[in-house]
């Protein structure tokens, strides 16, 4: 295992651990309000960061690897967060997880295409596998009824966030190698933020939900949440495709859904019935066809 597999996989890991976090952060918080709160909170952990492992001295950043950065921030953090929460909270949690199995698919497809990357049959069948366990742990969903308009508006929503995603990660994959990671995260995360704002002026939304004051937020919840689910994961995350291809870090990615379902079991007392055991077993399963590979 190399370590942009390892640190893939522990994104994987440490987003799922904010997941079971956010769920409880949910319940009381907007979206929309909660991505801008814990972006900002996240931001606030990576500058000193940054100075600490770099020093005060600017990096020799080229311009257009600043732009890309600050770019695939707006568009994956901004306007891709953005159309999640809504495809989230118009088809629920079983059914976007669904749509969620095409983000390696996207991203495989863009790093053929942009990158000349290829996987060999035996990573091709890892990635058969974890999308089949994804699949089958994600999609029981049986207490939603939808119409079909809904549905149709809903996968729009969901399919457009996670094509953002992935153009966003492929666009800043030879940045990130050339480049140093925690400068780009920043920046990357900076862009996210300044699109978020402009995103809440255009709308005209307030930054904090109505009636609700920055000291009534549960702010060891909040912090804990983006510690381990953002700031963390966005670092390890981004590390796994600036250490191995970004097909691959995609696929490795997806596990998350499998750590999602075991976390929730074990702090949120939620089923793990035979078919997420299956489902388990199957990504894991092609996720040792990945690191074999």
Request: aromatic share 8%; charged share 10%.
């Amino acid at each position: 295992m190399g370590i942009g597999e390892a640190c893939s996989i522990a994104s994987a890991l440490t987003w799922a651990g904010g997941v079971i976090v956010y769920k409880r952060l949910g319940e009381t918080m907007p979206p929309l309000q909660l991505n801008l709160v814990k972006n900002l909170i996240v931001l606030g952990m990576m500058v000193p960061t940054v100075f600490a492992v770099h020093g005060l001295a600017m990096p020799q950043l080229p311009p257009p690897a600043i732009a890309l950065a600050l770019v695939s921030g707006a568009i994956g953090i901004a306007a891709a967060d953005t159309l999640y929460f809504r495809a989230l909270n118009t088809l629920g949690a079983g059914r976007i997880g669904i749509i969620g199995n095409f983000y390696s698919p996207f991203v495989i497809v863009l790093s053929f295409v942009f990158l000349g990357e290829r996987l060999n049959p035996l990573q091709l069948a890892g990635f058969a596998l974890v999308t089949g366990g994804v699949l089958i742990v994600s999609s029981h969903d049986p207490n939603r009824k939808l119409s079909a308009a809904t549905l149709r508006r809903g996968a729009l929503y969901g399919a457009t966030a996670i094509l953002l995603m992935a153009v966003a990660i492929v666009m800043i994959k030879r940045v990130l190698e050339g480049q140093p990671l925690l400068w780009i995260v920043l920046l990357r995360l900076v862009g996210g933020v300044l699109g978020m704002l402009l995103l809440f002026a255009v709308r005209r939304e307030p930054l904090l939900p109505r009636n609700q004051s920055l000291a009534r937020l549960r702010w060891p919840l909040l912090v804990l949440a983006a510690f381990l689910g953002q700031y963390v994961s966005m670092v390890l995350w981004m590390a796994g495709y600036k250490y191995t291809d970004a097909s691959v870090a995609a696929v490795l990615n997806e596990t998350a859904s499998v750590f999602i379902v075991l976390l929730a079991a074990l702090f949120l007392r939620e089923g793990l019935d035979a078919r997420r055991l299956i489902g388990v077993a199957c990504t894991l399963s092609g996720v040792v066809c990945m690191l074999l590979a």
